[in-house]
């Protein structure tokens, strides 16, 4: 069965240095990888998907993931964080069926001004 | 274009009362889902639909039941509710798979249960 970790629960950074939230995957094929994020009290969006195209993937609001399969990982980055980007972000693998899937347990973005 | 709408968006339970939850989508969406989402365990999937009159166990289902009778529609109920199912659900639509296309989520219900 497929899983995802999110190494970190909590990341802070000050306004207008890099951010770096890191997922590390398992799964016995080649899963496709989103990233959602979750503003407070609000539903879930997607900022970016992997599905076996280009390993490096651009998404909204300038954030990025790279995907390494050697690594196993899809660590979203941005290089400038806005306040706005103050939210919870989920790593997600699908799984082989494609029908289903699995949420890691989260980062929560702090900003500070 | 109101998207992805939920019925309630707060609710207060007794242990073993009933209730069910509205989803809507305008999006013509052929999937649908309801997942909770618990302190630090993410979302995680109750069940899902493919289609109008089609219902699928997700990762979680015991305690819930659902029904599709109309396309834009997915009701999820809580026959015997119990505290273990506090918790925030959200419900979601995509057109196709989601091992390809972009879910498109509501903005929740909360619900205590006492």
């Known amino acids: 069965a497929q899983s995802v970790t999110q190494l970190d629960s909590h990341v802070s950074v000050s306004e207008g240095t890099p951010v770096l939230l890191r997922c590390n995957y398992s799964s016995s094929y080649s899963p496709s990888l989103f990233w959602y994020v979750q503003h407070p009290n609000k539903g879930l969006q997607l900022l970016l998907k992997y599905t076996s195209a280009a390993t490096l993937v651009k998404g909204i609001n300038g954030f990025e993931a790279e995907f390494k399969k050697s690594e196993t990982s899809f660590h979203l980055t941005k290089p400038s964080a806005h306040m706005s980007d103050a939210a919870e972000y989920f790593c997600?693998?699908?799984?082989?069926?494609?029908?289903?899937?699995?949420f890691g347990g989260g980062t929560r973005l702090m900003v500070k001004p | 274009n109101a998207g992805v709408t939920q019925t309630p968006k707060f609710r207060v339970l007794k242990t073993g009362q009933s209730m069910t939850l509205l989803c809507a989508q305008d999006?013509?969406?052929?999937?649908m889902y309801w997942y909770r989402q618990d302190p630090g365990m993410g979302l995680r999937l109750i069940h899902y639909s493919v289609g109008e009159g089609t219902t699928a166990k997700g990762e979680v289902p015991d305690g819930y039941n659902v029904s599709r009778l109309k396309k834009q529609n997915f009701l999820l109920g809580l026959e015997s509710a119990a505290p273990s199912q506090t918790s925030v659900y959200f419900c979601?639509?995509?057109?196709?798979?989601?091992?390809?296309?972009?879910?498109?989520f509501g903005p929740g219900t909360r619900l205590t249960v006492l």
């Open positions: 999006m013509n969406h052929e999937y």
């Open positions: 997600v693998v699908s799984n082989n069926a494609g029908n289903m899937l699995t």
């Open positions: 979601a639509s995509s057109y196709s798979w989601p091992s390809t296309d972009t879910q498109y």
